[in-house]
């Protein structure tokens, strides 16, 4: 089946740094992934739809400057907590689409737990 | 707006038991409905999908158009159901999803 990976599983970085979480499509291509923030115990929020070759969409509420995002290849977006501060601290979550005809079959990383000291 | 509403942050049952995991859902478009798991330290996957009508590891689940819900159900819970489960929706640009709180399912022996 199709796999999606994550790098780092997490990471741990101190305010006012930036870290780049990776999302690699392993053994297909993704036109579109989507980036999500999950806090403990609550549910996974939509923060972005990332596109190969064009700008990133972003939710309503999610800082464009501060959740930089690239979609530089069909099989990898990166996701840059810029300027990072301790409530950035989060569970981070990308997936991407495996498009097959008109199904879209969406397939979810392992997810990347960021800590700000 | 589109919006997935699960009521039940916590749903225990005994094992043998029927068990119904609720979602609700509001959407302007047709929306596509989802089920998706996560077992304790593992990643989100796929359950299963309204358009499959289709029953994975015993669980059913039909949309429900009038009532906009989309429960999840199965009329005998095993222990190695319990985990987070999530209703998604999927519409819009670019088919993005949009999840509930999730319902965490315990089933006790």
């Known amino acids: 089946g199709a796999v999606v990976s994550q790098h780092p599983s997490w990471v741990i970085c101190k305010s006012g740094t930036s870290v780049k979480i990776e999302c690699r499509s392993l053994?297909?291509?993704?036109?579109?992934m989507f980036w999500y923030r999950q806090f403990p115990k609550q549910s996974l929020m939509l923060m972005a739809t990332s596109n190969e070759g064009s700008k990133a969409t972003y939710e309503q509420g999610v800082e464009k400057d501060k959740f930089l995002i690239n979609h530089a290849s069909l099989t990898l977006s990166t996701l840059t907590v810029t300027s990072a501060h301790p409530e950035d601290s989060s569970f981070y979550i990308c997936?991407?689409?495996?498009?097959?005809?008109?199904?879209?079959?969406?397939?979810f990383g392992p997810g990347t737990r960021l800590t700000v000291t | 707006a589109q919006r997935v509403t699960q009521p039940e942050k916590l749903l225990s049952v005994f094992k043998g038991a029927p068990v119904e995991l609720k979602c609700n859902y509001s959407?302007?478009?047709?929306?596509?409905l989802f089920w998706y798991v996560q077992y304790s330290r593992q990643r989100l996957q796929l359950l299963l999908r309204?358009?499959s009508r289709e029953s994975i590891k015993g669980f059913t689940a039909d949309l429900n158009k009038g009532e906009t819900s989309f429960h999840l159900k199965k009329p005998f819970a095993q222990e190695e159901d319990s985990a987070m489960y999530y209703c998604?929706?999927?519409?819009?640009?670019?088919?993005?999803?949009?999840f509930g709180s999730g319902t965490k399912l315990n089933v006790k022996p």
């Open positions: 053994d297909f291509q993704a036109t579109t």
């Open positions: 998604a929706l999927r519409g819009g640009n670019f088919n993005k999803f949009y």
């Open positions: 959407y302007s478009g047709s929306p596509e």
């Open positions: 309204h358009i």
């Open positions: 997936s991407a689409t495996l498009t097959s005809g008109r199904l879209h079959e969406q397939y």
